[in-house]
């Protein structure tokens, strides 16, 4: 089962796939509420989550903490 978006913490690690895509990344800082700085935990990328929740959510959306 997913964990909401509200029970992410800033420093925490992550897995989520959507779209049959995986991303595992880190919380670096929610600079306001709903909104969440990441960095991608393989290529060091840093971006904001909305930017992989984009356009929209896959039937296969799960999102845990590792």
């Known amino acids: ?10 420093g925490k690690k992550y897995v989520m796939e959507n779209y049959g895509e ?6 670096l800082d929610i600079p306001e509420e709903g909104s ?3 960095k ?7 971006f904001m989550l909305n930017d992989l929740i984009r356009y ?3 039937k296969d959306f799960d999102m845990q903490e590792l």
């Open 1 to 10: 089962m997913a964990i909401s978006f509200d029970n992410l913490r800033k």
């Open 22 to 27: 995986r991303f595992e990344f880190q919380v």
């Open 36 to 38: 969440f700085l990441v």
């Open 40 to 46: 991608d935990l393989h290529t060091l990328d840093v």
């Open 56 to 58: 929209g959510r896959g």
